[in-house]
């Protein structure tokens, strides 16, 4: 059964830092791009960051680069983002994304977990 449960969220002050974990099971991890995405209340979902399969040259959005940093460990089948400088236009549900070729094209998501930056 292919899963990817997302941990770490919850409610943090502005300029504070957060680290989302991402557990993937049941596929082959270590050949697929990962990223996260984020879904703010009445806007559209969008990429944050995403890190492909080498491992190398993270992309970040415009409104995360310097603060963001994604990674992965393919040994623990497991994605991170490290959140740090939090700001209140952060808060938003956070998605995990697993996409690559296993037994032909196929992209996973996470059931999402909330971030909310408020004072």
């Known amino acids: 059964q292919v899963q990817l449960v997302e941990s770490g969220g919850g409610l943090v002050q502005p300029g504070g830092s957060l680290r989302l974990s991402c557990a993937a099971s049941?596929?082959?991890?270590?050949?697929?791009?990962i990223s996260w995405h984020r879904q703010a209340p009445g806007k559209e979902r969008e990429l944050v960051a995403r890190?492909?399969?080498?491992?190398?040259?993270?992309t970040y959005s415009d409104s995360v680069k310097g603060r963001f940093t994604i990674s992965r460990d393919d040994a623990e089948n497991t994605e991170y983002l490290q959140m740090n400088s939090l700001k209140p236009d952060d808060t938003a549900v956070y998605y995990c994304?697993?996409?690559?070729?296993?037994?032909?094209?196929?992209?996973?998501w996470g059931q999402g977990t909330q971030v909310t930056i408020s004072s």
């Open positions: 890190i492909t399969s080498a491992g190398n040259s993270p």
């Open positions: 994304h697993a996409i690559g070729r296993w037994f032909g094209l196929k992209d996973f």
């Open positions: 049941g596929f082959t991890f270590r050949s697929f791009t």
